[in-house]
């Protein structure tokens, strides 16, 4: 049970380039979640999904895409990475319902834009 | 939206000393997590709360959320060097799409030996 995994582990772009990153888990859990974090700025949620083929919006969803062909994977696409999109990207799945859901994270990306 | 809004931003303590972290809600809390991070790692969950003035404890640390449901603190009891990370609230959020977590900026704990 390898939990929640996340590909790559670090990642250097140039400014125009794309790139997706991959998470997987193995968890079974029907929801999971692309976040960002960012110094002073906390963990922002840029889109989830609550399901196989399904996908929202969060917070900041502008300039990223992604999809959830699989329960398992989590996709997070960046089409044409900008420098604002340095940041150390998180993944997260849970399953839902019942009051002692938690939450289960990767152990992130970090991206640089140059 | 709800918004969660940390307190401390950063605290340095000597090691054996308690500290406290408050998290403060703009909504009623109806789920309020509490999360540890050390850097260049994902988030590890420390407690969940749900009920008004409920209180939970893990080894030293205790976290409460308050009657109203708007405020949770997390109390560490002599402080050692391994509680040293960025310590994070999350809130739930019901959304029409689904659930999902809505978390404070965080604060970063340095626990000097």
């Known amino acids: 049970n390898a939990g929640v995994t996340q590909t790559p582990k670090f990642r250097v772009l140039k400014t125009g380039q794309s790139m997706t990153l991959l998470c997987a888990q193995d968890?079974?859990?029907?929801?999971m979640y692309w976040y960002r974090q960012d110094p002073g700025m906390g963990l922002r949620l840029i889109h989830y999904?609550?399901?196989?083929?399904?996908?929202a919006k969060g917070e900041v969803p502008d300039g990223y895409n992604v999809s959830r062909l699989k329960k398992q994977n989590f996709l997070l696409g960046l089409e044409s990475a900008a420098p604002s999109q340095t940041s150390v990207y998180f993944c997260?799945?849970?399953?839902?319902?019942?009051?002692?859901?938690?939450?289960?994270f990767g152990p992130g990306t970090r991206l640089l834009v140059l | 939206s709800q918004e969660l809004e940390q307190s401390p931003q950063s605290l340095i303590v000597q090691e054996g000393k308690n500290l406290t972290i408050n998290c403060t809600s703009s909504?009623?809390?109806?789920?309020l997590y509490w999360y540890k991070q050390k850097y260049g790692e994902g988030l590890i969950f420390l407690m969940m709360?749900?009920?008004?003035?409920e209180e939970k404890s893990h080894e030293k640390i205790t976290a409460k959320l308050d009657e109203k449901k708007q405020q949770s603190s997390l109390h560490i009891t002599a402080s050692q060097p391994s509680h040293a990370g960025i310590y994070l609230c999350?809130?739930?959020?019901?959304?029409?799409?689904?659930?999902?977590?809505?978390f404070g900026e965080g604060t970063q704990l340095t626990v000097n030996p």
């Open positions: 997260a799945s849970r399953l839902p319902g019942g009051p002692q859901e938690t939450q289960y």
């Open positions: 968890m079974n859990h029907e929801y």
């Open positions: 999904s609550v399901g196989e083929g399904t996908t």
């Open positions: 909504k009623t809390l109806y789920g």
């Open positions: 709360l749900q009920k008004g003035g």
């Open positions: 999350g809130a739930d959020v019901q959304e029409t799409s689904g659930s999902r977590l809505t």
